[in-house]
């Protein structure tokens, strides 16, 4: 882990989330914009990672991959299947999987910001979060796709615009 982390507590209700596969957010959304906003700076941020097709997740869902010239930080840093280096992927609904340390992720839980992977207690070591619904929640969401940048490649110099 790089830096410091700490979250603010996600106000509001927690959304509606689909109980079966794909895990996806039902309620609370953000605005296009905001999505589109997300989806953009995920995409043109990060030194050696592409948009890639995800290996895991709905179609329509655009993942985040670690070239693979570039050496995995963790062994866990990578969503399945075995040698994906797919460590975040954006959901069309705005919504994200994502792969970080266990002390992130578990804040994360802790303050509302998303839950844990429906198969996480069979190996999918992801967490699901929700969907930003404005600025501010935006920047949380970026911090935490840089944390889990961060968890897969091992950069923690990496410094970015949120």
Not at 140 to 157: H, L, M, Q, T
Request: net charge negative.
């Amino acid at each position: 882990m790089g830096t410091t982390f700490e979250l603010p507590i996600r106000e509001g209700n927690h959304p509606e989330i689909g109980q079966e596969p794909p895990q996806l957010q039902f309620s609370d959304l953000g605005s296009d914009e905001i999505r589109l906003k997300l989806k953009e700076w995920s995409f043109s941020t990060f030194p050696n990672v592409r948009e890639h097709d995800t290996l895991i997740s709905v179609p329509t869902s655009r993942a985040l991959w670690l070239d693979e010239k570039v050496q995995a930080a963790h062994d866990d840093a990578f969503m399945p299947p075995p040698n994906s280096r797919e460590f975040c992927h954006l959901h069309a609904d705005g919504s994200f999987h994502t792969v970080v340390h266990v002390a992130i992720e578990n804040e994360i839980l802790e303050k509302q910001w998303g839950v844990r992977h429906m198969y996480y207690d069979r190996g999918v070591k992801e967490v699901l979060v929700y969907a930003p619904r404005n600025d501010n929640e935006l920047i949380v969401a970026k911090r935490i796709i840089v944390e889990s940048y961060r968890y897969a490649s091992g950069d923690i110099e990496l410094t970015t615009e949120l």
